[in-house]
């Protein structure tokens, strides 16, 4: 977040893109295992292969070493989650998860509720533990990307109507205070 020449919002676009590949590929095992339930089509084996996948995430890993493989912000990252198995990422996809649905159970509450602000440091350090150092200045980025962001939006929003600009509220109140 904080290395230079750093665009998050292009990063972004290339992660949307590969989800919208996943979930293409989905969409396509979905349909045809409602054909074959129904008779209507032979198993095709094509459709399981995730080369297209591959392919991009490869393509998107050697960009992000190229761009900041010599940052100290990389470094750490890479050191974090090279090890990381499938398992890890699964339980790290939970736990974000997790995070956005409680934040839902607390859009009763405003943004200078101790226990909102306590939402917020759970969630600043498990950014700051899993990923990279998340200091106020990277949350106020990334809480401005929540909601200027569309994919931001729709993926946080999922949890709830307006989600996003409830945590990008929370995360202004923390980082100006």
Not at 35 to 57: H, W
Request: glycine residues 2%; proline residues 3%.
């Amino acid at each position: 977040m904080d290395l230079p020449g750093f665009n998050l919002l292009e990063a972004l676009r290339k992660h949307q893109s590969l989800l919208l590949l996943k979930k293409e590929r989905i969409t396509r095992l979905i349909s045809l295992t409602n054909q074959i339930l129904e008779g209507e089509a032979q198993m095709d084996f094509k459709i399981f292969d995730n080369q297209e996948i591959s392919t991009m995430k490869d393509q998107y890993r050697k960009e992000v070493e190229q761009r900041w493989k010599d940052t100290s912000t990389y470094k750490k990252y890479h050191e974090r989650t090279r090890t990381y198995t499938k398992e890890v990422w699964k339980e790290i996809e939970r736990k974000m998860q997790n995070f956005f649905q409680e934040l839902n159970c607390l859009k009763p509450r405003t943004p200078d509720d101790p226990v909102v602000q306590e939402w917020l440091e759970k969630y600043r350090s498990f950014i700051d533990e899993y990923f990279y150092p998340c200091s106020k200045d990277t949350l106020i980025q990334l809480s401005e990307l929540y909601i200027s962001d569309e994919r931001f939006q729709q993926f946080i929003d999922r949890e709830g109507d307006g989600l996003s600009k409830y945590l990008h509220q929370i995360i202004t109140f923390a980082c100006t205070q």
